[in-house]
């Protein structure tokens, strides 16, 4: 699967963007999807994730309550909403897949997509 997020840039604290995955020629909704970030120096840690059957979300607690992830079955995307940005969000973003009706947290994710940049300084 061809993974494609797009959506990052620059960004003031306490702003927003809106990340977005697609894979052109596959359903999503039959993918459990993630998204995945990495700063600079730091390890890549998994930010939140929705299921394909279930539809149940996930979120890590870095992120809960400012990122919101959803489908958009018309489009064939997962979005990632991401709201009131903070400098230590500045990563790459990637969202991962795998063709599972298991529940999304915890996966190992089979198909990832390139990063998108997100960068958040005033």
């Not at 306490?14 to 998204?35: E, H, K, N, Q």
């Not at 230590?88 to 990063?115: I, K, M, V």
Request: glycine share 12%; proline share 4%; net charge positive.
């Amino acid at each position: 699967v061809q993974l494609q997020a797009s959506g990052g840039g620059l960004v003031q604290p306490g702003g927003f963007l809106r990340l977005s995955c697609t894979a052109p020629g596959v359903t999503l909704r039959d993918y459990a999807i993630a998204w995945f970030r990495q700063a600079p120096g730091k390890e890549r840690e998994g930010i939140s994730c929705v299921g394909s059957r279930d539809g149940k979300v996930s979120y890590d607690d870095s992120v809960r309550g400012r990122f919101f992830i959803s489908r958009d079955n018309a489009k064939n995307t997962v979005d990632l909403q991401l709201n009131n940005l903070k400098p230590e969000d500045t990563a790459d973003y990637y969202c991962a897949a795998r063709h599972t009706s298991f529940p999304c947290r915890g996966l190992q994710y089979d198909s990832w997509g390139q990063g998108t940049l997100v960068t958040v300084s005033s």
